[in-house]
């Protein structure tokens, strides 16, 4: 039997999958990031090689046997200069594995739709998005580094919306509401000045702790605090943008095109998807559609599509076990 190997790496960890022909799940592994500007060119050839021999390992698997695989590493056509590099890294590792290597992106927008065309928006610590029509062409938007303002919609981003607001209550620029209060409890602050020494001192900006902070709207929201209400409202409106910018970019065919959705900002529920349905509407051929399966399932999905595999429902149904 013919198996199929899925990468999904990201900026924090890389998970392996091995499944069968009928997408059932054989072995999986969890391994350090692969991202190559965390850990270099050598490290990718290493977390490549670490997953794949533990996946092989903890099962009766033979490595001839995997049929195809997609890799998806996160970095990878970033910075186009270094993706020659990173290809050469990923080949030393599978060097007998017929492989396809691609962005993060490419298996969250396959996951989320199940193989199928349409646009998917990520939504975690940073935002971007992926559209694919029948054709399969693609077209990408937003994902500009958070410096200088990008990951608009983002957990970090809604983050930095709190911290904004927190200080213009502290200084008298908005009223205060029981955000203010919040803050100061939750994040220990006996000046409201230590939010500096928090966010700037002791955290150095880092960004997945400061888009932690994200939780801190999320729970005010569900108590109806009117600025927690309105952060999600323009989070909402930022990620429509990457839609829509998407769509009027990338020629589809159909006249309903779904789109769906991947990353903790989207476990805030109707909080966020109840305006993003809002102002998605004044294009009704999109339909905001929850996602079918996960991205690490992406990864399988089009390590069976670079195989001309044809993907049916008892495969979606079996990878729905991810």
Not at 227 to 254: C, G, N, W
């Amino acid at each position: 039997m013919n198996y199929y190997l899925g990468v999904d790496g990201g900026g924090t960890k890389t998970k392996f999958i091995i499944c069968d022909a009928f997408g059932r799940v054989q072995a999986q592994s969890i391994q350090p990031t692969c991202h190559y500007l965390q850990c270099g060119l050598d490290g990718v050839t290493k977390v490549m090689q670490d997953g794949l021999y533990d996946c092989l390992n903890s099962s009766a698997i033979k490595l001839e046997q995997i049929a195809a695989a997609f890799i998806a590493c996160a970095g990878y056509r970033d910075i186009e200069k270094d993706s020659p590099a990173i290809e050469r890294a990923v080949k030393k590792a599978y060097p007998q594995i017929p492989h396809m290597l691609g962005n993060d992106m490419e298996n969250a927008l396959a996951g989320s739709l199940a193989g199928a065309a349409g646009i998917n928006v990520i939504a975690g610590t940073g935002s971007i998005g992926l559209g694919k029509n029948e054709q399969g062409q693609m077209c990408r938007s937003a994902g500009w580094h958070h410096i200088f303002g990008g990951d608009e919609g983002s957990a970090y981003w809604i983050a930095c919306r709190l911290i904004q607001h927190f200080t213009k209550q502290s200084d008298g620029r908005e009223p205060k509401t029981a955000l203010y209060e919040a803050v100061k409890t939750q994040y220990h602050l006996l000046e409201d000045s230590d939010i500096l020494t928090t966010c700037v001192v002791n955290w150095n900006f880092d960004r997945t702790r400061v888009a932690a902070m994200s939780q801190t709207v999320f729970t005010l929201a569900k108590q109806n605090d009117p600025v927690a209400m309105k952060i999600f409202q323009e989070a909402a409106k930022e990620l429509a943008d990457i839609y829509l910018a998407i769509y009027r970019q990338l020629p589809f065919t159909s006249k309903n095109i779904p789109v769906s959705y991947s990353g903790g900002v989207f476990k805030s529920g109707s909080y966020i998807l109840e305006p993003l349905k809002e102002y998605l509407s004044i294009e009704p051929t999109l339909t905001l559609t929850a996602p079918i399966l996960s991205p690490d399932a992406g990864s399988i999905i089009l390590a069976m599509q670079y195989d001309n595999r044809l993907i049916d429902e008892k495969i979606i149904q079996n990878l729905r076990t991810l």
